[in-house]
């Protein structure tokens, strides 16, 4: 039978991590829709803290209340023995196949679920059903926070046209992000010791609802949680594009 040895497996594990750390640098795109408990398109900042709060626990893999290197190991070797489902130290062809099979169903009954409350979100009446008149509405409320958006944008000196960003979202950089989402999560370390307490990531995650709330109102809209992850993209685009260059 076919085997992915270990070092594979443990990328795949180290992958699955990426994702927990680059969590946290991408609140703003739509896996930090978690935050928003209420499901009304508006994360406050309570709904914030909670959120942050929450993944610090999980975040915090050995549970001793920091987040070092040590965690990151820690869950290298969970997602292995996850994968690793008969625990004889190899992930088998079946196994490998199985975990993407499992994410492939969890995937399914997210966006089933985020059907059904963009469907409430449009019908407005709760007639169980949408009319034209509804969905005018919502169109013409998206093309207004869309011009909003792009007024915003311009007025900060961005590129505003939703259109001119469209090429660049196949080229994601996948590393790039993990990179920039362990560096993200290590500038929470105020002191410089290598280790985020959980005070410094929650100050940390403070600050960042600081930065996406734009019109500080006290929340941050789903505009407002696209245009953070925009920016941060474009950010770290053009640290990959001068890294020849130093």
């Known amino acids: 039978m ?36 209420d499901a009304d398109g508006v994360i406050t900042r309570a709904e914030h ?4 709060a929450a993944m610090f626990t999980r975040m915090d893999a050995n ?13 290298k070797a969970e997602r292995f023995a996850a994968l690793d489902a008969d625990g004889n130290g190899e992930v088998t062809k079946a196994e490998f196949e199985a975990m993407h099979a499992k994410r492939a169903e969890k995937r399914a009954e997210r966006r089933e679920d985020r059907g059904e409350k963009r469907f409430a979100r449009l019908d407005t009446d709760n007639s169980g059903g949408v009319s034209a008149a509804e969905m005018d509405a919502a169109r ?11 007024e915003l944008r311009k007025q900060r000196g961005e590129r505003g046209e939703r259109g001119e960003m469209r090429g660049q979202r196949g080229k994601r950089g996948g ?27 929650l100050a940390a995650a403070d600050s960042r609802f600081a930065r996406m709330d734009t019109d500080k109102n006290g929340s941050v809209s789903a505009e407002e949680r696209k245009a953070a992850h925009t920016a941060m993209r ?13």
Do not use: C
């Not at 750390?21 to 991408?26: E, I, L």
């Not at 290590?186 to 990531?201: L, R, S």
């Open 2 to 37: 076919r085997k992915f040895t270990l070092p594979l497996a443990l990328s795949a594990a180290a992958l699955a991590l990426g994702a927990g750390t680059v969590a946290y640098a991408d609140q703003a795109d739509g896996r930090g829709v978690k935050a928003d408990t």
């Open 63 to 75: 549970k001793d209340g920091v987040i070092n290197a040590a965690d990151r190991e820690a869950r």
């Open 49 to 52: 803290n909670a959120h942050a």
């Open 234 to 246: 474009e950010a770290w685009k053009a640290k990959r594009q001068a890294a020849p260059a130093n």
């Open 140 to 150: 013409e409320a998206r093309q207004d926070r869309r011009g909003d958006r792009n």
């Open 175 to 201: 590393h790039a992000m993990r990179d920039g989402g362990m560096k993200m999560l290590m500038q929470a370390d105020a002191n410089g010791d290598k280790t985020v307490t959980k005070a410094e990531f």
